[in-house]
């Protein structure tokens, strides 16, 4: 896809409300902002210093900040691109080096800091002239035949539409699918640390990992839990990550205990270990995992209001591209509204919006529960014949997706879809892949133990 021509330039007049300002309410405010929309995102967090750690932004989002000024060079700036992963034993056995794809069709898989990258999209979206107001909590969401509307911190605001990019405590989605769910626990928890790499070089077992010259990205796997250890030679930080079964309370971002941490990776491989100790306490959290079942419906009734990124379709870290696919489903819903926008017509957009998206998003979500399932109940029987099934998916059908162009290529197919009930057929989906919807609480019934290599879909 060539550079946008004035003629993309199609949705003057349109005003937009953007709740959110994580990557998908960022990158639905840039790409509506750059095709003409008057966007203003309301966010409830004070100011965009968030804390994060590690983010992996798959070629499949590269392909599109590609389009966006200087946001792909300067998040390149904080990147680092591991050529292997290495997934080991407890033990500390390699089982299998899986070289990493560096790019798909030109197109980097990048490994970045999440709050810079963050950052960087915002200062873009300012540049394009975006107002992005912190410290606004939205309390209620409205609309009616021509308008919708919130109401952040006691104050009405109202526009044309409204893009719902709250997360996955999402206050839009109970209003749009009128189901009054809650986010459900995974039954796990992550121990999360960001930290200099310079604390590596501390102890002889993790000093060559602060050494190498190659970015390091080591995952450990056993019943029930995983750690994962990264670094970043361009920014000089570490992660270590240990994935546990957990019930933490309702607090979603627990500061870690350290000793704790340790305890789940009691006996394990000492270079692990060693990591762990080099984690300064203040530098650790206790992140609860929560996901919701795949919902249908992502549109209001009255089709002014649409849910996008993790309100829509929350991802667990497994998965390795919750925060890919909302960038895709803010550019999809800029190119729909901008087909439609002549006519005026907000609901048939934000329906082609849910057509295209949901079928690819429900397996990309259930593929971070498959790609967990694979390391917790591992059949080492039919690993030790063929280790790539421990491998991280990258398949072509993920990263190798434009969304924008597919948005472009699809929209007559799903207009005559949507209006004259002709056959639809997605292909952002695995060659062949047939859709069926399922619950977490089925795949949750799976815990602990093996299922039929058939079961999964996307390995
Ligand atoms: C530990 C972990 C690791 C992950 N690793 C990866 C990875 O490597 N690659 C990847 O692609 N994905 C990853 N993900 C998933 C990814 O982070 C999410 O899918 C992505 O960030 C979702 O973006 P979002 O904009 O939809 O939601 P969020 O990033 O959650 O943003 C929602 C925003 O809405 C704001 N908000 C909420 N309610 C209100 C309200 N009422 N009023 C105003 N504002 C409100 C919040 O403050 C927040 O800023 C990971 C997730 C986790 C938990």
């Known amino acids: 896809m060539g550079s946008m021509s004035e003629h993309d330039w199609a949705l003057d007049g349109l005003r937009v409300i953007v709740i959110g300002a994580g990557f998908g309410g960022l990158a639905s405010a840039i790409a509506l902002s750059k095709r003409g929309a008057s966007v203003t995102v309301y966010e409830s967090y004070p100011d965009m210093t968030k804390q994060g750690d590690v983010i992996m932004m798959g070629s499949n989002a590269t392909v599109l900040l590609k389009r966006w000024g200087n946001v792909l060079p300067e998040i390149m700036k904080a990147s680092s691109l591991p050529s292997h992963m290495n997934l080991i034993t407890k033990e500390g056995k390699l089982i299998l080096a899986q070289k990493l794809p560096s790019e798909f069709h030109g197109n980097p898989n990048v490994y970045t800091a999440r709050g810079g990258a963050q950052a960087v999209f915002y200062e873009y979206a300012k540049s394009l002239g975006v107002d992005v107001v912190f410290g606004a909590r939205v309390s209620e969401i409205y609309e009616t035949a021509d308008a919708a509307g919130i109401v952040a911190n006691g104050v009405k605001h109202e526009a044309d539409c409204i893009v719902a990019a709250d997360g996955v405590h999402s206050k839009a989605r109970g209003f749009v699918t009128g189901i009054p769910d809650r986010p459900k626990k995974s039954g796990f928890a992550v121990y999360r640390s960001w930290f200099p790499m310079s604390r590596l070089l501390e102890n002889p077992l993790t000093k060559p990992l602060a050494e190498s010259e190659n970015p390091i990205f080591k995952i450990w796997i056993s019943e029930d839990i995983h750690a994962i250890c990264t670094t970043n030679p361009s920014l000089q930080r570490a992660t270590c990550f240990v994935t546990h079964k957990a019930n933490v309370k309702e607090d979603w971002n627990l500061p870690g205990n350290i000793d704790d941490m340790r305890r789940c990776v009691e006996g394990w491989d000492p270079q692990l270990l ?104 591992t059949d080492w029987e039919a690993v030790a014949k063929n280790p790539e099934l421990l491998s991280l998916p990258q398949p072509e059908w993920l990263n190798g997706c434009d969304a924008e162009k597919y948005a472009e290529d699809k929209f007559d197919a799903v207009i005559s879809h949507l209006q004259k009930g002709t056959p639809f057929e997605s292909t952002n989906v695995p060659p062949g892949h047939v859709h069926e919807d399922w619950t977490i609480d089925q795949m949750l019934a799976f815990e602990g133990k093996k299922v039929d290599k058939d079961f999964y879909k996307t390995r």
């Open 274 to 377: 060693a990591a762990v100790n080099c984690i300064p306490e203040d530098c650790l959290i206790d992140y609860k995992l929560l996901w919701r079942d795949p919902v249908r419906k992502w549109i209001s009734d009255g089709g002014r209001i649409a849910l996008v990124g993790d309100a829509a379709h929350p991802h667990l870290p497994t998965s390795g591209t919750g925060g890919s696919q909302a960038i895709e489903d803010g550019t999809t819903i800029a190119v729909l509204l901008a087909r439609t926008w002549a006519n005026r017509d907000i609901p048939l957009a934000f329906r082609a919006f849910e057509r295209l998206r949901y079928e690819r998003t429900s397996l990309t979500q259930r593929m971070g529960w498959e790609t967990r399932h694979v390391w917790h109940q």
